[in-house]
């Protein structure tokens, strides 16, 4: 199977609305947080877009022949902590990860990951790389174990008021 990756074009806009909306029904059947992949996978494209101008940020879209088969964001995000380095600070940042159902565990998800850590390391101040993952989404814990991300910090929720 040969995976071609190039960075999106409005060609790709419908799949990756697809694609938003599959994986945010993902994280939703994981968390009580997640709005309705529905609601919110055009409204999200625009938002990562727009974040991605902001920040030197690409979506870079995985294609088997013309079908689009993953993507993955990423941009620079700064921090202002007084008290971790400033290669922590200043690092590059996956936003988004997807793979379409079909395509899944044929290393559609480990090529588009090295893609954006190509793009990012091209950037002369990104030493670093941090992503967010949802405690309960296991497939994506062990796809970003195998690429060699290990847990930094844990983000805690609890609810305080109904
Ligand atoms: C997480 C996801 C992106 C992985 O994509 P993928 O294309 O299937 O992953 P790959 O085939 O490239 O697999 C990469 C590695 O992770 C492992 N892996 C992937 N999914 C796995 C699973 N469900 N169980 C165990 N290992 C898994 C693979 O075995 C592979 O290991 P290897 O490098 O030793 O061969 C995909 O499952 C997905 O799109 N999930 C829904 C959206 C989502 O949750 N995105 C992440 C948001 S943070």
């Known amino acids: 199977m040969s995976i071609i990756i190039a960075p999106y074009t409005p060609a790709d806009r419908a799949a990756v609305i697809e694609g938003n909306i599959d994986l945010q029904e993902t994280e939703r059947r994981l968390s009580e947080f997640c709005l309705p992949g529905i609601d919110i996978g055009e409204l999200y494209l625009d938002h990562l877009l727009e974040l991605n101008r902001k920040q030197h940020g690409v979506i870079l879209v995985a294609k088997v022949g013309e079908k689009v088969v993953g993507f993955i964001s990423c941009r620079i995000e700064r921090d202002e902590s007084v008290t971790t380095t400033d290669d922590l600070n200043t690092h590059g940042y996956i936003s988004d990860a997807w793979t379409h159902p079909d395509f899944r565990n044929k290393g559609i998800f480990r090529a588009l990951n090295t893609a954006a850590e190509e793009y990012l390391a091209q950037l002369p101040e990104i030493k670093i790389v941090k992503l967010n993952v949802l405690a309960k989404n296991?497939?994506?814990?062990?796809?970003?174990?195998?690429?060699?991300?290990?847990i930094q910090e844990l983000t805690y929720a609890k609810r305080i008021k109904p």
Not at 138 to 150: C, E, H, S, V
């Open 138 to 150: 296991t497939p994506a814990i062990l796809a970003y174990g195998k690429a060699g991300y290990r």
